[in-house]
């Protein structure tokens, strides 16, 4: 089985945010996809993200992001959780879906 392209791995809606300008590697429903990020978003959160997104030790000499960056190992509502609070997109967290479950712990 060959593996898939850039152009036939889905991007699904609620990973996908204004201004995005980064590509995370997701894994969702079973399936690879990708979430579309904001990275000033993502800084402005947390020091961490800024790390990931500019990492030291990159030859990097402009101040661009990392286009790309894998997370298809961790857990994607999850992170999507995560990516809603720091993309200010708390209706999505907090009225439907897994992650107000997540959040409130109530199955």
């Known amino acids: 089985m060959e593996p898939l392209t850039v152009q036939q791995i889905s991007s699904p809606p609620e990973f996908t945010f204004p201004q995005s300008d980064v590509r995370l590697g997701i894994t969702y429903k079973g399936a690879p996809a990708y979430a579309h990020v904001c ?8 020091d961490v993200w800024n790390v ?12 661009e992001p990392v286009q790309d960056l894998d997370f298809t190992e961790d857990n994607a509502e999850a992170l999507l959780v995560l990516l809603c609070v720091v993309h200010l997109r708390f209706e999505d967290i907090m009225y439907d879906g897994p992650p107000k479950q997540q959040i409130s712990g109530r199955y």
């Open 52 to 63: 990931f997104l500019f990492p030291p030790w990159s030859n990097q000499a402009t101040a």
């Open 39 to 46: 990275s000033h978003s993502m800084i402005l959160a947390s």
